[in-house]
């Protein structure tokens, strides 16, 4: 297995036990429910889109019988699909906690998109691996 596919699901679990953490406490007590946006991207971005990206890049063109289009492409996904996450929610808690300062707000908005230029990624990389013409 590729070491990025085992990045992309190293990182999914860790999201998932960081997320289910942060669950239980907003459960327990409610000055933690401030954090329901970060709580529900880090299941959602972080554990489920991150076991996709690492499972689809790893089983996707095999089922196809197709070599990934780029090996490169899915790495600087990698990377920016984190940093896209953790810098949105990072700076969206610092703009929940400074409502005042609106760079935090903006900040948060340029790391989701980050985030959606991270996804385009993957939707390249997998329609040019899976829906190119094959060579003859």
């Known amino acids: 297995?590729?070491?990025?596919?085992?990045?992309?699901?190293?990182?999914?679990?860790?999201?998932?036990?960081?997320?289910?953490?942060?669950?239980?406490?907003?459960?327990?007590?409610?000055?933690?429910?401030?954090?329901?946006?970060?709580?529900?991207?880090?299941?959602?971005?972080?554990?489920?889109?991150?076991?996709?990206?690492?499972?689809?890049?790893?089983?996707?063109?095999?089922?196809?019988?197709?070599?990934?289009?780029?090996?490169?492409?899915?790495?600087?996904q990698f990377w920016t699909a984190n940093a896209g996450l953790l810098g949105m929610l990072g700076f969206y808690l610092a703009a929940y906690y400074n409502p005042r300062e609106r760079v935090y707000r903006q900040a948060s908005a340029a790391f989701g998109g980050l985030e959606v230029f991270s996804i385009a990624l993957f939707v390249y990389n997998m329609v040019s691996t899976l829906y190119t013409k094959a060579p003859e």
Do not use: E, Q
């Open 1 to 76: 297995m590729d070491r990025f596919v085992k990045s992309f699901i190293f990182m999914s679990i860790f999201y998932l036990m960081t997320s289910s953490v942060i669950g239980v406490a907003m459960l327990s007590n409610d000055k933690y429910l401030p954090l329901k946006f970060v709580h529900s991207h880090l299941m959602l971005l972080g554990w489920v889109s991150m076991m996709i990206y690492g499972v689809g890049y790893h089983i996707l063109p095999r089922f196809a019988g197709r070599v990934l289009k780029s090996r490169t492409v899915a790495i600087l």
